[in-house]
């Protein structure tokens, strides 16, 4: 549907308040498993509730089309008390969150999200959920192979990449690390789970983390529905593990929706 259409469509509904709760109405119909959606009044701006299962957090988005990552990223690993965790690619930190309850105050989050203003926008729904664990950790990095300065496009969306030149983005220069080197010089020396939506650069990222596999024995969740230099990430993705002989398992979800699961929950 191209944007004049949707002008004009959008002229006829209502705006504010009452649009969100039309929304609402509609999501919840249709609402996922073990997900539900609600609306907190009483503060500046719309702020939105999510239920899942039993962890119910607050975010500025509404989460009615992308509440069921909780679902998927969690299809073969639960992040539980006490774990340590990484985010890649944590985009307005709606997983991080979400993350941070369950491993509890004896847990760890990273969340690894170069963009600047999505680092904002995480800080924000983190700020909106003081009740759970002070257990994140948000780390302004880029995930790759080596250790350098990384040309990144800046978009504020879930489109920034230093693989892919989405619309309206700038360039800047971004630290990106292994999460070999990151491990040593952070001392981390228990890791359970690494959710990865990082725009392309997965297979990068995975290079840069042959040791902390061997050492450490991560769960994954990779995002491998990219398509890089014509081909989709999943192959690359399932090829890497291949060859190190890892548990591995690619599952596809909704339309395109193509995670890749690695690890010992795979067993």
């Given amino acids: ?30 609402k996922p498993k073990n997900i539900s959606f609600g609306l907190k009044t009483g503060l500046p701006g719309t702020i939105y509730r999510t239920t899942y299962k039993d962890i119910t957090l607050f975010t500025h988005e509404a989460l009615y089309h992308i509440a069921d990552d909780f679902n998927y990223y969690q299809h073969f690993y639960n992040v539980k008390d006490g774990d340590v965790v990484i985010d890649a690619g944590a985009n307005c930190g ?3 969150v979400l993350f941070s309850a369950y491993a509890g105050q004896n847990g760890k989050v990273y969340a690894f999200e170069p963009d600047s203003i999505n680092i904002k926008r995480i800080s924000e729904n983190m700020a909106l959920n003081e009740n759970f664990p002070k257990n994140i950790r948000i780390e ?23 693989i892919y030149v989405p619309d309206d983005a700038k360039c800047v220069q971004k630290d990106a ?39 450490l024995s991560p769960n994954f969740a990779i995002a491998s529905y990219h398509m890089v230099n014509g081909e989709m990430t999943y192959i690359k993705v399932e090829d890497f593990f291949r060859r190190l002989d890892y548990p591995f398992k690619t599952v596809r979800f909704r339309g395109n929706e193509i995670i890749t699961f690695a690890g010992p929950a795979i067993k």
């Fill in 140 to 162: 302004e990095l880029l995930l790759w192979n080596e250790n350098k300065k990384i040309g990144f496009y800046e978009a504020g969306t879930v489109a920034s990449s230093a």
């Fill in 94 to 96: 709606h997983l991080t």
């Fill in 1 to 30: 549907m191209n944007k004049k259409v949707k002008k004009i469509i959008s002229f006829f509904f209502p705006k504010g308040i009452l649009k969100d709760k039309i929304k609402l109405f509609f999501y919840n119909a249709l």
């Fill in 177 to 215: 690390v292994t999460i070999d080197s990151w491990c040593e010089t952070n001392n981390i020396g228990r890791l359970d789970f690494i959710k990865m939506d990082i725009e392309g650069a997965e297979i990068e990222a995975l290079d840069g983390c042959k040791k902390t596999i061997a050492e």
